[in-house]
C-alpha cells in the first residue's frame, strides 16, 4: 500500500450518471491538515459528508482538478465552512490550446457543458508546482485533453488523475474545453510518471496505469480509424458519423458527436480531413 492510500479517505457524491458512473470521487488526504482533492458538486449532503469525516478545522486546503460543475461546484462552500483555500489551475477557461482559443471566439462550435464559469482558485498552480505540509506532498501535473485546466495531483507514486482517466470508460472530450491532442499528449505524460495507481474522479483505483492508459490510447486511434473510414462514404457531419460509428443509447449521442468533432478537429490540423469555412458544430467534413 502506498502512502498516499495509507493517509487517504474517499468519499463518493450522490451524483451517479453515464458520465460520472457511481458519482465524484473526493478525496482526504492527512489526518491533521487535510487536502481535500475535487470537493465535488454542490450538493449540501456531500459537503457534510466531507466535513464530518475530516473533523473540525482540520481541512486545510482545497484541491480541484478542473472546472466542471461535478468537480469544482461545491469548492466555494466547503473554502467558506473551512476557511481553507481553494487551489486550481486557473479560470475556468484558462489552459485552451491556440486551436481552441481560435474556434472558441468564432463561436461556432458550442461546448461548455457542465462549465463552471464561476470558478477561479484562490491560489493558481502551475504545471510542476508542490503543495506540501509536514503530512502529505503534491506535485501538480498539468494534464489538458479532457479539459484545458485540468491537474493532476502526484503523492509519490500514486497520482490522483480527476477525468483524464476513468476505469470503466473513456472520458469525454468536447471542444473548446477538450483537445484531442492534448489528450495523448497528457496519456503519454501520465505513462512516463511510472506511477503505480491511477485514482480517478470516477470509479475505482487504476492499478496497471500502463496498461489502462494504452487502451485509452488504442481506443482513440480505433475512433480515428472508424470517422476516416466512415468519411470514405461521403462527406458527413460529427453528429452523423457518430449515429454510424456508435452503439449506443438516443440519449447519450449528443455527447459522442462531441467526442467525434474532437477527433475532426484534430484530424482537420492534420490535413486529412477539411470542412468548407470555420469549423462549427454542424460543419460538414469531408476525408481526402
Request: charge should be negative; glycine fraction near 10%; charged fraction near 20%.
Amino acid at each position: 500500500m502506498t502512502s498516499a492510500e495509507k493517509a487517504l479517505r474517499i468519499i463518493t457524491a450522490a451524483n451517479p450518471s453515464p458520465f460520472t458512473g457511481p458519482g465524484t470521487n473526493t478525496f482526504l488526504l492527512g489526518h491533521e491538515r487535510i487536502a481535500v482533492i475535487d470537493p465535488g458538486p454542490d450538493l449540501a449532503a456531500h459537503r457534510q459528508a466531507i466535513l464530518s469525516a475530516a473533523g473540525p478545522g482540520r481541512i486545510s486546503h482545497i484541491f480541484v482538478t478542473h472546472a466542471h460543475l461535478d468537480h469544482s461546484g461545491g469548492a466555494r462552500a466547503l473554502a467558506q465552512a473551512t476557511g481553507a483555500p481553494i487551489l486550481g489551475f486557473g479560470p475556468a477557461e484558462a489552459g485552451r490550446s491556440a486551436v481552441m482559443e481560435r474556434l472558441a471566439r468564432e463561436g461556432a462550435i458550442d461546448g461548455g457543458e457542465g462549465l463552471d464559469r464561476d470558478f477561479a482558485p484562490d491560489i493558481a498552480l502551475d504545471d510542476g508546482a508542490v503543495v506540501e505540509t509536514d503530512e502529505w506532498r503534491l506535485t501538480a501535473l498539468h494534464t489538458p485533453g479532457h479539459f484545458a485546466g485540468h491537474l493532476a495531483f502526484r503523492q509519490d507514486e500514486t497520482i490522483f488523475c480527476g477525468d483524464v482517466v476513468m476505469g470503466w470508460s473513456s472520458t469525454i472530450i468536447s471542444p473548446p474545453d477538450g483537445d484531442l491532442a492534448d489528450y495523448f499528449r497528457s496519456l503519454a505524460r501520465l505513462d512516463s510518471a511510472g506511477a503505480r495507481l491511477l485514482l480517478p474522479a470516477h470509479g475505482a483505483a487504476v492499478r496497471d496505469p500502463s496498461g489502462r492508459l494504452a487502451e485509452l490510447a488504442a481506443h482513440r486511434r480505433e475512433r480515428t480509424v472508424q470517422i476516416l473510414a466512415a468519411l470514405r462514404d461521403g462527406p458527413a457531419t460529427a453528429e452523423t458519423l457518430a449515429r454510424r460509428i456508435y452503439q449506443i443509447p438516443p440519449a447519450m449521442i449528443p455527447a459522442a458527436m462531441r467526442n467525434v468533432l474532437a477527433h475532426l478537429i484534430a484530424l482537420s490540423e492534420l490535413g486529412a480531413v477539411s470542412t468548407p469555412g470555420p469549423i462549427a458544430s454542424d460543419s460538414v467534413f469531408s476525408g481526402h
